[in-house]
């Protein structure tokens, strides 16, 4: 465990404010929640909690079968990490933090596909040579869990199928995270 240096009170409701530089290093936001975890010589331990990790055998049955029926790099994404993906870059990306592009697409709601000219966004964080071709976030309950991507090499773009793919995918895993 890494020591940061920092010392907080509890205040009389047995709250602590996790400081600034932490949450935004570690992309804690407004609303996150976050696993406790205590361990016998009296560390606390607090880690977020990702709904989508849950699903990440589900989710790598689906890259694999997205991956073997159109041949194209498949990924699917929690809100901070590459979680499953198939096709070549497999080892290189899986469990990589996502990129700040990523963040925004997601952020936003909407179905991105890259056109011609677009500037290449990057999927995860030292990983620039891997693009997004398409990304559609998974919504369930109104928030953003997560995206499913077709991940492109260099300056290649996705198709129609992909765009509607992904959407598909993306809106089956928002429905089963609701039940």
Sequence with gaps: MKATGIVRRIDELGRIVI??????????????????????????????????????????????????????VSAISDRDNLIAVCGLPRRELTGKRISEDL???????????????????????????????VAAPIISEGDVMGCVLFINEGDAVS?????KLAQTAAGFLGRQMES
Excluded: W
């Design 19 to 72: 400081p600034k530089e932490i949450r935004r290093t570690m992309r804690i936001r407004e609303g996150d929640p976050l696993e406790i975890y205590t361990e016998k010589d009296g560390e606390v331990i607090f880690k977020k909690y990702s709904p989508m990790g849950e699903l990440s055998d589900f989710a790598g049955h689906m890259c694999d079968t997205i991956n073997k029926t159109t041949g194209c």
């Design 103 to 133: 963040e925004h697409i997601m952020e936003g709601r909407q179905v991105y596909q890259r056109r011609y000219g677009d500037r290449v966004q990057s999927v995860a964080e030292g990983a620039e040579r891997y693009g997004i071709g």
């Design 159 to 163: 198709g129609e199928v992909e765009y």
